[in-house]
């Protein structure tokens, strides 16, 4: 008995590989559905409709908008346009001047100028970052009873998560916010540093007109960056 039944189910399995493969569809008249060729070509509507399109270039493959392009259509047709190169430490100015000296044919005289922007100083008063959300909770509400406004620092990364009391432009200005902090009982805060005072340059032709920009985006030189883009870019 044990021996038929493993008989009849060899022959049922041989029998359904067969028909699955195509192989009795004349003899049964029934096919399985197939989905391979030829008979998923012969079962597309309409196949003469299908366009191949190429694929598109990916954004990082499309060309970016020379310095002289944007030079020239920020000038337009009719009215100058102020265009600038920049900002540069003091050192990387000079030899952004020497290119712009060195370009052939010379740029017009006092179509430029060097201009020196003094950055000052930022400082923050900071309190440490709370170490949970119920101290985080407790200092909220020591400050409001104070009366001072604070906000939660996203950055700097060293920063993240302080609450910062106020800016100051000055070292000075900042050390004396803190003594008068630290009298009214808020404490454990400090001065933190963001950023020291410096001074940067930037080479501008404020009054450029379509040919002059023409000439300044062409200029290809290390020494400018990015080139010349209009002013407050």
Not at 136 to 158: F, G, M, S
């Amino acid at each position: 008995m044990l021996r038929r039944l493993v008989f009849l189910l060899l022959a049922a399995n041989l029998l359904f590989f067969a028909w699955s493969k195509g192989w009795l569809g004349d003899l049964l008249g029934v096919r399985p559905d197939a989905q391979r060729e030829p008979e998923r070509l012969a079962r597309q509507v309409r196949p003469q409709t299908i366009v191949v399109l190429p694929p598109a270039p990916a954004a990082s493959a499309r060309p970016a908008a020379a310095p002289a392009s944007v030079a020239v259509a920020a000038a337009g047709d009719d009215k100058p346009v102020c265009l600038e190169a920049g900002p540069f430490a003091t050192g990387a100015s000079i030899s952004a001047m020497a290119a712009l000296r060195a370009v052939q044919p010379p740029l017009p005289p006092g179509s430029w100028v060097e201009v020196t922007i003094d950055r000052p100083g930022a400082w923050l008063v900071v309190l440490p970052r709370p170490a949970s959300r119920e101290a985080l909770t407790r200092r909220d509400e020591e400050l409001k009873r104070a009366r001072i406004a604070y906000e939660v620092l996203n950055t700097p990364e060293e920063l993240a998560g302080s609450l910062s009391l106020g800016r100051f432009d000055d070292r000075d200005a900042a050390d004396k916010a803190l003594a008068q902090l630290s009298q009214r009982g808020i404490r454990p805060a400090k001065v933190a540093e963001l950023h020291a005072a410096s001074t940067i340059h930037v080479l501008r032709a404020a009054k450029a007109d379509k040919a002059l920009a023409a000439q300044l985006g062409a200029i290809r030189s290390d020494a400018l960056g990015r080139g010349f883009v209009p002013c407050g870019s």
